[in-house]
């Protein structure tokens, strides 16, 4: 009696999207996604894909260490709400935010390098004068007389350019984060005279602390890092025709401008903030003790474009 085989016929197997060790598994990923249309989706998610294997295949992660890099990665999704972005946090203290802001602002030609815009700058700052001041409060810091010249990259002057600020308190905290400070204090739009200069008084801003009560606070405390980004000055400089520059300016004599947690200080970016103790301010009817800043920007030719603000 003929007995049929009860086993299933095997096809056989001769299909290149198989996985057979952990080379292949690169392959037949890349392999799978080649079909995407748009060429620089397709060129982008085949790399990160590609260094990601790598990454993987050098650090090898136990199935443990690998769900705990993936809850990493959802704690940033929980903690990021309308007045923290973790997300945008993990991605400054990485570095990468400041590497993405380094290759995509040259300093050939003296261009003034970029800095980041960073989580606080607000739409609608006040529009003042030259030589006004951006104090809103009774604020204890020391006074900051701030002057310079906005050029193009042949050395010419830019007539009128746009100057906008924001920066922290004395005690390190931005209007948006203190009860206590008037609405839009410390922030400012002015534009530079026909010489491209411009001028203004605020008050001396003291470093602060990136948030760290979510996942990217536990991170630094696991290695040894302060929270802290060194005193500093947001700017926005924008003329016609030109490159608008997002940058920061630092105070020269804070302590951790080597340890920045978000790595934001060019060595073009330290400004001299010089103490003078005793005579007259350089304008108004001030009287020591105030700190002065002379900082000069220089823009690329190019297209005048502005950034979005992250907040209201
Ligand atoms: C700034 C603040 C941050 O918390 C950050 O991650 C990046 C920049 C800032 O305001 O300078
Ligand atoms: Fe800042």
Redo the contacts with the bound molecule.
Sequence with gaps: METQSTQPQRRSVSSLSLIEGEESVTEVVLRAMARTEDVRLRTVVASLVSHLHDFLREVRPSDEEFEQGLAFIAALGHATHATNNEV??AA??LGL?TLVTTMNNSTQDGRTPG???????RPNAPRYQCGDCVVQDDSPGLPLFVSGTVRTTDGTVLPNAMVEIWQ?SPIGL?DNQDPRQPDRNLRGMFHADAEGNYHFRTVRPAG?P??IDGPVGKLLAAQHRHPY?PA?I?FIVAAPGHRTLVT?VFADDSEILESD??F?VHRQLVGAFQLVETGPGPWGDLQAPFYTLQFDFTLEPGEQTFPTPPID
């Design positions: 945008v946090l400054d203290v935010s800095a980041l815009l960073g989580p606080f700058y922290a931005y602060y990136v948030p980004r500093h947001h920061q947690v978000t934001g």
